[in-house]
């Protein structure tokens, strides 16, 4: 991810740095909150986080209980993929935040969407929205009623933004 963010920044002229948005699904979206403590987040627009995990000890714990093992010991674990951690505490992240939960994931269970929300201190960022997609599941929310209107609303006021600071409108 950090590596197609810098060909975006530094090698392709016709990208527009200001309007450069990153989109993660499950693993994809803790790959995205990790460009959140990048050097590069200053370049980036917006994020959207669809159907993410908190971190991979949570979900592996989450996915084992419904095993006879009930366990798996953290030092087996070597990738963390703390978003949580990394969210609560991210410093001066001025950015845009759309988490996109679908309300059926079999997989991730929705409360992580929650909680990676709530840990996102929305002082700290433009514009944050959590969208619920109902029946949606872990694979096939951008199936669902209402998904891609959650894409347009959240497009529309990052792109509103855009022109109140060009007119110094706001203050961020």
């Keep these: 991810a950090r590596a197609g963010i810098h060909y975006l920044l530094n090698i392709n002229p016709e990208i527009n740095n200001s309007q450069i948005y990153v989109f993660g699904r499950s693993l994809g979206g803790a790959v995205a909150i990790d460009l959140l403590t990048s050097i590069y987040v200053d370049?980036?627009?917006g994020f959207i986080i669809e159907n993410s995990f908190t971190s991979l000890p949570d979900i592996a714990q989450d996915l084992v209980k419904?095993?006879?093992l009930k366990r798996i010991p953290n030092f087996l674990i070597t990738n963390r993929y703390n978003s949580l951690g990394k969210l609560a505490h991210s410093k001066k992240?001025?950015?845009?935040?759309?988490f996109i939960s679908g309300e059926a994931d079999e997989l991730i269970?929705?409360?992580?969407?929650?909680k990676l929300f709530d840990a996102c201190n929305s002082e700290q960022?433009?514009?944050k929205h959590l969208a619920l997609i109902a029946?949606?599941?872990h694979n096939n929310s951008w199936l669902c009623d209402g998904y891609f209107e959650q894409f347009d609303n959240f497009?529309?006021?990052?792109?509103?933004?855009?022109?109140e600071e060009s007119f110094?409108?706001?203050n961020a």
Excluded: D, F
């Design 93 to 98: 992240r001025c950015v845009n935040i759309l």
């Design 125 to 127: 960022h433009r514009y």
């Design 155 to 163: 497009l529309n006021k990052s792109a509103s933004q855009i022109v």
């Design 66 to 68: 419904r095993t006879p």
């Design 109 to 114: 269970p929705p409360q992580m969407m929650q």
């Design 168 to 170: 110094g409108i706001l």
């Design 43 to 45: 370049n980036i627009r």
């Design 135 to 137: 029946n949606g599941g």
